[in-house]
């Protein structure tokens, strides 16, 4: 089945204390992005990458890490994560970058306290 | 900051109505123009897309108006039904790849 899996789907965590969510796609797509989602703000943006070792930043991509180092695989990387980024976090991939639909994991509830 | 601008926030119509969700946007960069419908608890999924050299695309009950010059698009439900209540969000592209949502409109269709 094609889709994009994300781990974990829930995660409470402490100020400061490393964490990495990761993000896999099993379709094959050059495209893979990152998303955090917040009450009235809609889905903002955090990286993208188009392609293997490219990476970009996205509207929001302070305190935030990526990498992108197989195809398949677009981890996030919060080195010290802070309460302000507590929300609701979601990967998407596309066959390219535009013109091509995105599709998205299930989310990764995130609370920082 | 790039800005995509989506009204109404919430929207409730009755089975059978027409709701139309409006957005805006200010880069003239942007080229892509998805909508993408998002459920409880679960990631968003793209409903239907337009770029600005066409000034409507229809995809079943569901039809993108495009105003370029205007820098506006809008989404509207032919015949709603209540299957159809979701947060609907508006987007742009630019061709770097960059995507920007709207904030969401809350959509609810009343038996």
């Known amino acids: 089945e094609a889709q994009v899996t994300q781990n974990p789907r829930y995660l409470i965590t402490v100020t400061g204390k490393k964490l990495t969510v990761t993000c896999s796609q099993n379709?094959?797509?050059?495209?893979m992005s990152w998303y955090r989602q917040d009450p009235g703000l809609g889905l903002r943006q955090i990286y993208y990458s188009m392609n293997v070792e490219v990476t970009d930043k996205g509207d929001v991509p302070e305190g935030y890490k990526v990498s992108r180092k197989e195809k398949r695989n677009f981890p996030l990387i919060l080195e010290s994560p802070s309460p302000n980024q507590t929300s609701l976090y979601f990967c998407?991939?596309?066959?390219?970058?535009?013109?091509?639909?995105?599709?998205f994991g299930p989310g990764t509830r995130l609370t920082v306290t | 900051q790039q800005q995509v601008k989506q009204s109404p926030q919430s929207l409730i119509v009755q089975k059978g109505g027409i709701p139309i969700i409006n957005c805006a946007y200010e880069n003239t960069a942007f080229d892509y123009f998805p909508w993408y419908q998002q459920f409880p608890g679960k990631g968003p999924a793209l409903l239907i897309a337009i770029r600005p050299d066409v000034s409507e695309k229809k995809e079943g009950r569901f039809t993108i108006s495009f105003n370029k010059s205007a820098k506006q698009f809008s989404l509207h439900i032919m015949d709603s039904q209540p299957g159809d209540s979701a947060t609907y969000f508006c987007?742009?592209?630019?061709?770097?790849?960059?995507?920007?949502f709207g904030s969401g409109t809350q959509l609810t269709v009343l038996p």
């Open positions: 379709m094959n797509h050059e495209y």
């Open positions: 998407a991939s596309s066959l390219s970058a535009i013109g091509y639909e995105q599709y």
């Open positions: 987007a742009a592209s630019l061709d770097t790849g960059q995507l920007t």
